[in-house]
Nanobody, 125 residues
C-alpha cells in the first residue's frame, strides 16, 4: 500500500508559478512510476506529466504544459514535484498525484494503483 498526499496548491496570478508536492508513505517510493493528473469542472481527468521509477530518467509532458511545467522526484524524501510556471487560466484544476507499480510512465489513469486526494490550483487573471 502507498499513501499519497499532495500539497502546494493555491491561488496564483496569471503568469505566476507554483510548485506542487506529492509525498508518499508506505512501500518504497522509488519502486513506482509516478504521474500528475488534473481535472477541471466539467472536464475529464487528464494526464499532466509522468516520471519513471527509480532515478526518474524518463519523463512525459502533456502538450499543453510542455516548456512550462517540470516534473521531478526525490526518492530520499519520498516526494514528487511539479514545478509550474507561466500559469494560465486553462491550468486551473484539481491536481492529483498517482503511483503505478509499472516501471514505465503511463498516460492512462486506469494504469495507476494509488491516488492522492488532490490539491486545487486557481489562476486569477
Amino acid at each position: 500500500q502507498v499513501q499519497l498526499v499532495e500539497s502546494g496548491g493555491g491561488l496564483v496570478q496569471d503568469g505566476g508559478s507554483l510548485r506542487l508536492s506529492c509525498t508518499a508513505s508506505g512501500r518504497a517510493f522509488s519502486d513506482y512510476a509516478m504521474g500528475w493528473f488534473r481535472q477541471a469542472p466539467g472536464n475529464e481527468r487528464g494526464v499532466v506529466a509522468g516520471i519513471s521509477w527509480r532515478s526518474g530518467g524518463w519523463t512525459y509532458y502533456g502538450d499543453s504544459v510542455k516548456g512550462r511545467f517540470t516534473i521531478s522526484r526525490d526518492n530520499a524524501k519520498s516526494t514528487m514535484y511539479l514545478q509550474m510556471s507561466s500559469l494560465k487560466s486553462e491550468d486551473m484544476a484539481v491536481y492529483y498525484c498517482a503511483a503505478t507499480r509499472r516501471y514505465s510512465i503511463s498516460t492512462h489513469g486506469a494504469d495507476y494503483d494509488y491516488w492522492g486526494q488532490g490539491t486545487q490550483v486557481t489562476v486569477s487573471s
